[in-house]
């Protein structure tokens, strides 16, 4: 009977849950007495988000049907619409047609509390040296996870809350169905055809970028990208990789963990400036042209035709990050400049900020002169990519799973943009707000006159917020700055962190 | 009503299957008066065989009750038992207690036929170069998997129709209601806490080995374990890693593509001479100590002591490539180097003899001295592996789920090694087999007057049998030798492939 009420889409989470799907009669005991007049819908929000921590809800149990709910507690229907609405906003459950309402993500455990100053007591300084100093290494990242707070603001993430956990699992499922025994061998160091297949008809779809599935190399995302470039570019004669000022710290460190020398090149409105790349004499760029990190510009036309023009003249290199470009919220994306230059980018993406970034996979499309490098250096490295993921991102991308989780998750991160944006004017009136409405993360700057922003993001997680100084990502001097990622919280979440950042920027 | 039939075992396999399990009547349109005389069971077993192939029976079916199809048929239930227990054997069906008997690997579809040659007609040469030279490059095994043959004999590979696709799924839900939102993000470049732990645990069961999961690092499989040495070791100022001979060619191709030299130290019975080790100054030694690949021996206790010696008094690093040591079929395995010296050696190893190569996981246990920077070479090679198939490989670990797996194809594997030796005694009287009761692979060596071993694997592929050469595999000169693999195949193919190899190696 249960089963038979259970769409197909939302079987195997169900599977893993509660054997009797609540049917509102006492459900959670929960009494609409208990609430605060005139926030019912909060009140009734914040209950289930409760009874999911605890585990009374675990992922996969169905909610009670809005109607029957909102009967048993002699509320108005809308009052539970509007409970779960909100509890859908924040990820924690999913609407499944006919399936109903179904927790799909508990919220995480309660944060260590972290200390509050107050007057007269400085707040405990944190037990190992400090985070922010303008010389980070390598493991500054894992460093700044493990830092306990109650806000992370730190950029790279998707709102993992949404990750589609049983569309991967029915994926997964139809991929054993189609799988032969040998595709579990060793395999194609280059990738499973499928998801090559599938990454080439993506990028069509989604970046104008044609190419064939065999141009496509599957790595263990950009990341790994880098790697393999930082091997392969120095056998081929480049030693330096210039790069945009201010770019992504983690791919300086990748770059020059390969001892390329990363020069840096100014970037404006426009994006990188061309003719300060000319001037570099470097034979190789590295940009992220869609949605420069961190500074969230796009590359402007007369730019784009420029650095064409730069690349047929020095036989240059261009390495395009395209890591985040599928997120554009006011108009389609700029098509890659792949799409326009094969022979000469080399273009790079994953799907971290699509899906998830612990799932590791990204794709390389080489100019043919590094690709059979590019391959050997792969095969050296690891073999190849895992088959069974690949398979499973291969389906989601054929069967027009992962568009529709796009879809879902720009809206989100849209709101979760806007949120932050208006949290911003509120609390911090003096920052600038920097980028185009795109992406994860934005950044703020201040006057000149304002603290080094090490001290301000140490200040930050002192008050329980993390975030990035611009100056990690800077290799020259700039205006002092903070990164901020909003697509991994929601948008309450976010008007709070901004709120105590604000706090934590003024008490200093 | 089907439903209750089904044990939990199975129904995340049968849930994507038939919506009608097959009851016996008209089962497939059988009838038993089109078989041979006297040859029911296997006729039933073809066809059955040939339904999985052409879809008709998919992966998750359930076959009927023996008693109910030996009724329909009007045979005794002994015949349908006996084609069933074939199937089995074979990978395709596995018996889920009162769940039944489900398909769970499809044969593969017909292999391209192979010409065979007839009098007077020289077979179709190979359309590109020779696979079998003295001095293959890094591509060799994906040419060689390429080729088109009936029989594959390379070494290397598990029976991988016995991969436990229901059981990895069911894991995979598991991990999915235990995985908070923030898991999906970027983690510990080590691995998976969860992993780690599973896999000190399954170390210390299974090889004698006591080690924190925090020395574990999780790695895209002995490869990549291999790949990140090279790039730490020379930093360490080792420059020189010697290895066994014969030891394997992709080792070795590893390690020279970092500049490590690999000299040469002879095999003989009792594994790897110490004597001649010393000789060469190296530093640093890899070697396979629990069951020598390729030429099957294990690492006699005085040896083993002797090794100990060296490596204490040349304070020299041992780099234990543990890679199949689970399979032993007549006694336990021979505890792990690591277990005695963990300070000197560096352990690797990996689920792909376990389970499937494809999955791209192992773990290295590193010496102190040189765990940080293998950390830091991990991160910039990938970040850490990726989250979910760790999360999966874990609790198969801690179910006890992989023991099972390991009991199981270890029985499989060792039928199959049975009967490789039988049909060499029979097909092949004039060559020696060589090696321990152990692993998934024999080597057989010839007279030194019979033709190079690239000749008869060359033969053998002719005839459709892949096979590696020995010489491959070895940098001084050794007799013509085959390195057969026989846990991927059932012991039926085995048979009729040695009997073809005969038949290349006696034609030519």
Redesign the interface.
Known sequence: MR?SNGSRDD???V???HATAPHGSDFLQLNAADAPPGGLADWLARRLRLAMADGRL???SRLPATRVLATELRVSRGVVTEAYRCLSED?HVAGRGRGGTVVV??P??APTPTPTPTPGHRPTPPPTEPLFTRTPG??I??SL?AAPARYDLTP??PD??A?P?AA??RA???A??R???????????RGAPALRLAVANWLARNRGIRADPDEVLI???V??AL?LLGQVLPRAGIHEVAVEDPCSLGTRQ?LR?WRLATPPVPVDADGIRVDALRATDAPAVLLTPAHQFPTGVVLGGERRRELMRWAEEHDGLIIEDDYDAEHRYDRPPVPALRAMLPERVCYTGSVSKLL??????GWVLAPPRHREALT?AK???????????QLVLAELMESGELERQLRLIRRRHRRRRDAMIAAIRTHLPDATVHGAAAGLHLMITFAPSAPADTTLATAALTHGVKTHPLSWHAQRPHPPGLVLGYA?STPTHIAEAIATLAKAITDH
Chains 1, 2 share one sequence.
């Open positions: 089963r079987r195997s989470i599977d893993a849950a675990p992922i996969g990820g993500a508990t995480l455990p390598t493991e990242f894992e996870r790279g993430l993992l809350a990750f956990r991967w699992l997964e499922r139809t054993f169905a799988l032969t025994p040998t595709a579990l061998g060793y395999g194609d160091p790595v263990a995302g990341a790994q790697t990748q963990d998830a970034p612990a799932l590791r996979v050997a095969r050296l490295a690891d073999l190849g990519n895992a088959v069974l993921p991994a």
